[in-house]
């Protein structure tokens, strides 16, 4: 029994152009529909999200899904979207990047049940890798004119572009190659529907035009709207680049703040498409933050749900206590809990300062933690006097001008957090 896919993910805001009769069609039976990921990295970033949970939501509507890593098409570069040709990666890479992807895939898809509607991976490299030019130019490339080609928005805008340096012959003929991946589908897998990002439909429609040319076949299209930020910026992006699915790439805590800070009309829309909360949930979530925005119950929830699906309960739970370091009551036993790269995400912009480990060995009086060796205020004087106002703590907890810093003090056996008041950290950092 199937459930009506497209009605979920049309109140998601999920569907940006559909093909008619795609609807009907997957009511009809279960299917098989593909999401394409070009293997550029050895991570998903978390502008793959919307296609991933397209996907989830396929399988979870009792269909068949396939997720397709394009080693072949990742050799090649997708001009939709691009104002420059991207820089081509070699095979070794890409098989890298790929057994990567699926590892991270696998946290949200059923690929080893025994259900009809397992989800599976396939790479085009595997049926593209043995396929001469002559036999691509004669078997596919004679089906498609120039004129449907040069008519696809992702060819005339990088065409019309000022910025563009034209487009090469191997950019041109990409959406040949996607268009074909839906034709081998189809045969291969008796899959009918091609899913992607709205900038996706031209080389989409090329694949169900290759079926309908050349097998006098039947496939559907459908696209998501590109995710966008109210405030203008970048979705997916910061100072400091993109937002990965690999911790060790952005940390759990990064993660999760990035989430958390979403603005109210944002996390309004993303927690509809980034996380699998029911209708009447959102609802009421929704309501409840317009109640009282400043508790920002919708940012906490999505911000919670994506960390937990992304990473695990536990790194939500660190991610949680790390942020209430800076933001709420904590001890030392909870900044002593984080590991090196959450403490430096967390103190990330505070000023720090190197001290020698013979220094804390030996022991450290507080005066000299403060100005002498650490700079942290500007001179002995202010700093007994900040310690008289009973103001400067070490690691969270308030302390006397007779304390001595030591070996005990360090958190992860390398630094040592110092506090003036409410907001002014400093970081020691033993060297």
Not at 325 to 353: R, W
Request: include cysteine; aromatic fraction near 10%.
């Amino acid at each position: 029994m199937v459930k009506n896919f497209v009605e979920e993910l049309t109140w998601r805001g999920m569907i940006q152009d559909i093909m008619p009769n795609t609807e009907a069609h997957l009511l009809e039976a279960m299917r098989m529909a593909y999401v394409g990921i070009d293997p550029t990295a050895d991570s998903l970033h978390i502008g793959h999200l919307v296609g991933v949970m397209g996907l989830k939501h396929f399988q979870l509507a009792g269909h068949k899904p396939i997720a397709l890593v394009g080693g072949a098409t990742g050799m090649i570069g997708d001009p939709s979207g691009k104002s420059a040709e991207r820089n081509l990666l070699d095979e070794p890479t890409l098989r890298h990047n790929q057994n990567a992807i699926k590892e991270q895939l696998s946290r949200f898809l059923d690929f080893d049940s025994d259900a009809e509607n397992a989800a599976i991976i396939v790479n085009n490299y595997d049926w593209m890798k043995n396929f001469s030019f002559l036999e691509f130019i004669r078997d596919v490339g004679k089906h498609i004119t120039v004129n449907y080609m040069m008519a696809k928005d992702s060819v005339k805008k990088r065409l019309s572009s000022e910025a563009s340096v034209g487009m090469s012959f191997t950019e041109f003929t990409y959406q040949l190659v996607q268009g074909f991946d839906f034709l081998h589908l189809y045969r291969d897998k008796k899959c009918t529907l091609q899913m992607g990002g709205s900038d996706q439909w031209g080389n989409i429609t090329t694949g169900t035009e290759l079926i309908r040319r050349i097998d006098s076949g039947k496939g559907f299209a459908l696209t998501w709207p590109l995710i966008t930020k109210a405030d203008g910026t970048k979705f997916g992006k910061t100072e400091g680049g993109n937002i990965w699915l690999d911790a060790n790439r952005t940390s759990p805590y990064k993660f999760y703040q990035y989430w958390l800070n979403t603005s109210d009309v944002d996390a309004e829309k993303y927690i509809k498409i980034f996380t699998f909360l029911s209708k009447e949930d959102i609802t009421a979530l929704i309501e409840e933050h317009q109640q009282a925005p400043h508790l920002r119950a919708l940012q906490k929830r999505l911000a919670e749900e994506i960390t937990t699906m992304v990473h695990s309960k536990e790194d939500l739970d660190n991610a949680v206590k790390a942020s209430n370091i800076l933001f709420g009551k904590s001890t030392s036993e909870d900044l002593k809990g984080l590991n090196e790269q959450t403490f430096l995400d967390v103190f990330d912009g505070v000023p720090l300062t190197q001290i020698n480990k013979e220094d804390i060995e030996n022991g450290l009086d507080m005066i000299a933690a403060l100005a002498d060796k650490g700079n942290f205020l500007k001179s002995n004087s202010e700093a007994r006097r900040a310690l008289k106002e009973n103001s400067i703590s070490v690691n969270k907890e308030k302390v006397k001008d007779d304390y001595t810093l030591t070996t005990a003090d360090l958190i992860n056996n390398k630094f040592i957090l110092l506090q003036r008041g409410k907001k002014n950290y400093f970081v020691l950092q033993m060297v």
